[in-house]
């Protein structure tokens, strides 16, 4: 059985640094894209980006280039999405998903439970 | 930038049959994805490849693309599928799908009155 189960939510001030993680199992870790997606309540889905841990390549959407980092640990079926430095505007619901992509089509067909970050002084 | 059109909001009685668009110029060329999502809950996907179901969802769901609008249609709905519901596609900005960007629709709110 697939499962990515996300780190639990986090409180956090402006300014300060944060990793949440989405540990997986139940599928080949390595030869699969895993990606992370946000959620506001104003905003809806917006895709951040995703990483391929076999090779650690990543894309990311351009709206978050430089403002995250994604990574992943093949020794632990781990992804990881990372701040250096935190601002209000980061408090969101993210989920990582499992990310299938072909020439013509992408989608994610499973998901984590999500990890809400609120991020206030 | 590229964006994915969906109606706010569809309101159908129990039963009958929702339909739930999503318009976006590149949908010729890159297929659509369907997720369902309950409060509180993290998005379920319903259809990818514009038409294909994936084990586990009901047959009540499918989906269809016609030129720049791909549809999602429940037929017979039931008040366990209320929820929001976001399309999803890619813009590809290259021939070798190096820059593929992953695009989500604002999401509509099914309403079974």
């Known amino acids: 059985e697939v499962q990515l189960v996300q780190s639990g939510a986090e409180v956090k001030k402006p300014g300060e640094s944060l990793r949440i993680s989405c540990k997986t199992s139940g599928y080949s870790f390595t030869n699969n894209w895993i990606g992370w997606v946000r959620q506001t309540p104003g905003k809806g889905l917006e895709w951040m980006g995703i990483v391929y841990p076999g090779d650690s390549d990543t894309r990311y959407s351009p709206s978050f280039l430089g403002q995250v980092s994604i990574s992943a640990d093949k020794s632990t079926s781990t992804a990881y999405l990372q701040w250096r430095s935190l601002k209000a505007s980061d408090s969101a619901m993210y989920y990582c998903?499992?990310?299938?992509?072909?020439?013509?089509?992408?989608?994610?067909?499973?998901w984590g439970q999500g990890t809400l970050v609120t991020v206030s002084s | 930038s590229y964006e994915l059109t969906q109606p706010p909001s569809v309101s159908v009685s129990p039963g009958q049959t929702a339909r739930i668009t999503c318009s976006g110029h590149a949908l010729p060329k890159q297929y659509a994805s369907w997720y369902q999502q309950k409060p509180g809950q993290a998005p379920i996907l319903v259809i990818y490849k514009d038409t294909e179901r994936p084990s586990g969802i009901p047959g009540r769901f499918s989906g269809a693309t016609s030129g720049t609008t791909a549809t999602l249609t429940i037929s017979g709905v039931q008040a366990e599928d209320e929820a929001d519901y976001h399309c999803q596609s890619a813009d590809t900005k290259s021939p070798d799908s190096t820059n593929t960007y992953v695009i989500f629709g604002g999401g509509t709110k099914l309403t079974v009155l």
């Open positions: 998903a499992r990310h299938f992509t072909g020439t013509t089509f992408v989608y994610f067909d499973y």
